[in-house]
């Protein structure tokens, strides 16, 4: 059972205030790179892992796909994304991310945005997530970069030549990380790179890109702030597809 | 035209003294794990970019490979590599990494050790690497992790609480880091992460593992101070294959 962060109330109400909670995809600095490793969606059918808010799943419907489901754990989430979503053909449902229960070959697309890094289990979604999958289907999500999950004290460090540094240590130490970010205690799992990674490949996954996020240019005009993402990476971004056969 | 660092007589004495070079590929801690991404190795074409003393060439023949041609940038280690494989049917050349000049679809591995990050023109390396893969051929390599090599100041930091930390900084800005590493003037490459993976997707490979090496648990036990190995990753390896079609 995952930590369902997203129903304390001090966690809601913070999370509620986030751009990209108040402003949708475009709130979120990462999104525009997250589209970008999505296929045309017109057609397709659509599952959002841990859908929050519904902001992907009406952009989803919006792009004329034949049918759009999000899943979460919070029932918070879910009433506002229904509450958002009146009229629309979408479906939300309650569910678990780590007790996923998915009819096989049924979907062409699963995106997922900050939410795998909650999952204990990286292992046990992706067999769920590569049996939901239909053949020649997608899989496009984004997770806390690991760079940025591992320190044990993930604040920046200056240094006596007054150069702002990472603290990176714990980085082969997987497992979970206690933050406190909107509230106490927030729960999360830190995987290396090449966990995930392998653990894609060996679950029957081709990987077709990955991104370690940065702002771009025209990001970093009106945000100044966000030049320390030059510094380390804070999201990894990832596109995969079901094997279609083995070499 | 790359740094041809390990002529430099200061660099090369250095080198010599590595207990890598001393005891060949068992004197390198990654060696286990990069090991065990190979392919069996018996009637191959094995080619090693960046061969230096010809370990990993006469393991190969050893292995009974069909074929084995080691190149390198550097007299020096041709030299010494030739020598220590008198009687021996291996094929040493000297080559640029950055201006490789390989026959089409000759190869069946091609393997390369800690060679990589001395080029600056992935892209350009990875085609030709492509170029000469038979179908179905595999590349093995390992190079510096980026994590690794990033950092403005890559030595480690003890902070306020005693923690030891690597001060990681300046991730995404790919390029020439110049370290001063049994000699001054070091030239190596960073490239991120997702850069590298990236690439050799867009060249045509499909990646089949990403490691980031740390040391095993029967390693730790003789050698206590690589415990820092686990707050941040030295090396990479990467597994690939060429793509026998578009998905």
Redesign the interface.
């Known amino acids: 059972v995952t930590q369902n962060i997203y129903d304390d109330p001090t966690f809601f109400s913070g999370y509620n205030q986030l751009d990209r909670s108040k402003h949708g995809l475009d709130g979120a600095p990462e999104w525009a790179s997250l589209r970008a490793l999505l296929p045309p969606l017109a057609g397709l059918r659509v599952l959002d892992l841990g859908c929050g808010f519904g902001w992907f799943c009406r952009y989803a419907h919006a792009q004329g796909a034949a049918h759009v489901m999000g899943l979460d754990v919070s029932e918070n989430m879910l009433e506002r994304a229904r509450h958002m979503s009146e009229r629309l053909e979408i479906t939300y449902e309650r569910q678990d991310l780590s007790e996923l229960d998915l009819p096989a070959a049924s979907t062409d697309l699963i995106y997922s945005s900050l939410a795998f890094h909650y999952i204990e289990d990286f292992t046990a979604l992706m067999k769920n997530v590569v049996h939901a999958l239909a053949p ?1 289907g997608r899989l496009v999500f984004s997770i806390e970069h690991p ?1 940025y999950m591992a ?3 993930p604040d920046w ?1 200056i ?1 006596a ?1 007054g ?11 997987e497992g979970p990380r206690t933050t406190n970010w909107l509230a106490n205690g927030v729960l999360k799992y830190h995987r ?3 966990t995930t ?2 653990t894609l ?1 060996q679950c029957g996954l ?7 996020w ?1 702002p771009s240019a025209e990001q970093l005009t009106p945000n100044p702030q966000w030049r320390e ?5 804070m999201f990894l971004l990832i596109g995969a ?1 079901l ?2 056969g083995r ?1």
């Open positions: 020649g760079i320190p044990s004290q460090q240094n030549d150069i702002k540094t990472w603290p990176l240590n714990s980085y082969q130490i290396t790179l090449g990674l392998n490949i081709r990987v077709t890109h990955v991104e370690e940065q993402e030059l510094d380390r990476p597809q094997d279609s070499l």
